[in-house]
């Protein structure tokens, strides 16, 4: 499988409900809920990906352009966007839809850099 391919074979789209649960005091997603979800999402298209141990070493910039009400679905899309010698980063949008229309927008974005580690946690080459 040449690169291309690879990185949208690792392509992840997770949809989950938002329920009261995940929700603050204004019935909208928490925003550290949108960043666990986000990590999650990115820590699975890097591991996809690469096949091998890997870990979040940063965070980048992530925008929260509109609130996600509870009692929608939401959509994680994760995408390797760059690729180097023994770290990647994955960007990850969140879509908010309606429960009961067909209404979508992008309501959160942002990129994660994971760096590929061997069973001592020594960082390794991404592609051999």
């Keep these: 499988?040449?690169?291309?391919?690879?990185?949208?074979?690792?392509?992840?789209?997770?949809?989950?409900?938002?329920?009261?649960?995940?929700?603050?005091?204004?019935?909208?997603?928490?925003?550290?809920t949108?960043?666990?979800?986000?990590?999650?999402?990115?820590?699975?298209?890097?591991?996809?990906?690469?096949?091998?141990?890997?870990?979040?070493?940063?965070?980048?910039?992530?925008?929260f352009n509109k609130p996600i009400p509870a009692g929608t679905f939401i959509e994680l899309i994760g995408r390797?966007?760059?690729i180097g010698n023994t770290s990647m980063k994955v960007h990850i949008d969140i879509f908010v839809e309606q429960m009961y229309a067909d209404q979508r927008e992008k309501a959160i974005s942002g990129t994660f850099t994971f760096v590929a580690i061997d069973e001592n946690k020594k960082p390794v080459k991404i592609l051999q």
């Design 34 to 63: 949108a960043m666990h979800l986000m990590d999650e999402v990115a820590f699975i298209t890097a591991t996809r990906f690469s096949r091998q141990r890997m870990v979040t070493v940063s965070s980048d910039r992530i925008d």
């Design 1 to 32: 499988m040449n690169l291309e391919e690879r990185i949208k074979a690792s392509e992840t789209h997770i949809i989950k409900a938002v329920f009261p649960n995940t929700t603050n005091h204004y019935d909208t997603l928490f925003g550290g």
């Design 80 to 82: 390797v966007i760059h």
